[in-house]
């Protein structure tokens, strides 16, 4: 018989975690659209949108940081119910967001030719993804702002609302790529140029609509009556860059690892290539739930931290982490099951087949420890501010571990599912400390807890409980 605490504990996480797998998912799917239209115009319009796609994701990686770190305070200001330290950290990211996207645009403007030319020597590819990138810079303060308010919303439980936009407004992209890129309702066709059009356009009323829902929900009213001075808290600032900075660098250093994984596999032929970039739409949609429930804990965790519900936060975690092992069973199975179904959707060589099949059993083997990695390292320990601890134990699986023993798994020429069974290595390696990290209850610390402006930072009370 499930107890009421239980019952409003699955009630909250399935009401935070299902809005963002829906999200999630018809993200990716109109993605796909997006470049099914794209790629009508030709190879090269295919892989110069794709590099420049490359060069927007490294910029919204580090704009993702800093927007993570923004996450952990709200999360758990919103547990104390305290307005203005939202709206205080909101400002402050935001300020910080804005500067960054803005010299990213800047350097865009100037030498987007050169960038592009860092990936490719072929001038129709350079020229194409060069107009298109100089359009979508126009895009990263909005894009910025946008990231920054929905971990701001989420953090406070509001995650229909935000869920309702980001629909609305992939539509509305795929529509204006229809418009632009073919043309249609007596528009031109602007091609390639097209898609950043309504991209830009897109994003625009993204973040317009975000702003009006955090005007709603009164984020920033609370500030009315504060001065620069107050809002600008250095205290807060520092401790806000302690945690934003080691949570950017282990985005970029995780998004470095995934590419140089990639690369390697690229050693094994185009056949492998083929192999592992055909199962991952099969992967995301597992992935997915679990991207839902890693956001659910970091905000039910943060909040319970910031109400100074350490003992909530610690059940709740240990919580995430049962669903997640069971789920995660239940998803390798699945896999299992759906994989040879699956690869029969490709018209594609019988090599290309059975290599598909070697990574997809090894995907089933080893997605329990990956998704205990991604709620726990990503949403349960981020929660209580332990960035630096995730980003030590990311850099040191990948780095040291995950991508050496592939590299040497392939130098010796090892068969794929052994190569692939190495590569990944590093997710029981990161489960194994993870765990032991979190059942050690050292993470659990009230971060929001500063003196006043000049005075540095008191001791938080859960560093004074039985937590620490």
Same mark, same amino acid.
């Given at each position: 018989m499930i107890n009421n605490e239980k019952k409003q504990f699955y009630r909250r996480m399935l009401s935070f975690a299902i809005p963002i797998i829906i999200q999630t998912l018809i993200t990716s799917s109109l993605n796909m659209v997006d470049s099914i239209m794209v790629g009508q115009l030709g190879v090269n319009s295919i892989a110069a949108v794709g590099l420049a796609n490359k060069v927007n994701s490294m910029f919204f990686i580090i704009l993702q940081g800093f927007a993570t770190g923004a996450a952990i305070f709200a999360a758990q200001y919103w547990g104390k119910k305290d307005r203005l330290g939202i709206g205080k950290i909101t400002v402050i990211t935001f300020v910080i967001i804005s500067a960054v996207a803005t010299?990213?645009?800047?350097?865009?403007?100037?030498?987007? @030719?050169g960038v592009i030319s860092l990936f490719s020597s072929d001038q129709e590819v350079i020229l194409l993804g060069a107009s298109y990138l100089t359009i979508i810079a126009f895009s990263y303060i909005t894009t910025g702002v946008t990231i920054l308010f929905q971990v701001i919303l989420r953090s406070m439980g509001e995650v229909k609302s935000a869920m309702y936009v980001n629909v609305f407004v992939i539509v509305l992209n795929t529509f204006l790529n229809y418009v632009f890129i073919f043309g249609s309702i007596g528009m031109p066709a602007f091609g390639v140029q097209g898609a950043a059009f309504a991209t830009v356009f897109a994003r625009l009323m993204q973040c317009i609509l975000l702003i009006l829902l955090v005007k709603r929900f009164n984020v920033l009213s609370v500030l009315r009556k504060h001065s620069f001075r107050q809002i600008f808290d250095f205290a807060l600032i520092r401790r806000y860059v302690d945690i934003a900075i080691p949570s950017v660098i282990n985005h970029v250093?995780?998004?470095?690892?995934?590419?140089t994984f990639f690369w390697l596999y690229a050693f094994l032929g185009t056949?492998?290539?083929?192999?592992?970039?055909?199962?991952?739409?099969?992967?995301?949609?597992?992935m997915a739930s679990f991207i839902g429930i890693s956001d659910a804990s970091s905000i039910m965790v943060g909040n319970s931290i910031g109400a100074n519900k350490n003992e909530l936060a610690y059940t709740h975690s240990k919580r995430f982490l049962v669903i997640t092992f069971m789920l995660s069973i239940m998803a390798g199975v699945g896999i299992l099951l759906?994989?040879?179904?699956?690869?029969?959707?490709?018209?594609?060589?019988?090599?290309v087949v059975e290599n598909a099949r070697s990574v997809l059993l090894i995907y089933g083997l080893i997605i329990t420890p990956r998704f205990l990695n991604m709620v726990n390292n990503m949403g349960i320990l981020r929660a209580g501010g332990d960035t630096k601890f995730v980003l030590y134990l990311d850099l040191l699986g990948v780095w040291l571990v995950g991508i050496p023993v592939a590299a040497i798994a392939i130098y010796f020429q090892l068969p794929l599912y052994v190569v692939f069974l190495l590569a990944n290595s590093h997710e029981i390696v990161r489960v194994?400390?993870?765990? @032991?990290?979190?059942?050690?209850?050292?993470?659990l610390r009230d971060i929001t807890e500063v003196k006043s402006r000049g005075e540095g930072i008191v001791i938080s009370a859960a560093k004074k409980n039985k937590f620490s």
């Open positions: 010299l990213f645009m800047a350097i865009i403007l100037l030498f987007s @030719k250093v995780w998004t470095l690892g995934e590419v056949d492998v290539v083929a192999a592992v970039t055909l199962v991952d739409p099969l992967i995301f949609v597992f759906v994989a040879p179904h699956f690869i029969k959707l490709y018209n594609v060589t019988p090599q194994v400390f993870g765990l @032991k990290r979190t059942l050690s209850k050292t993470w």
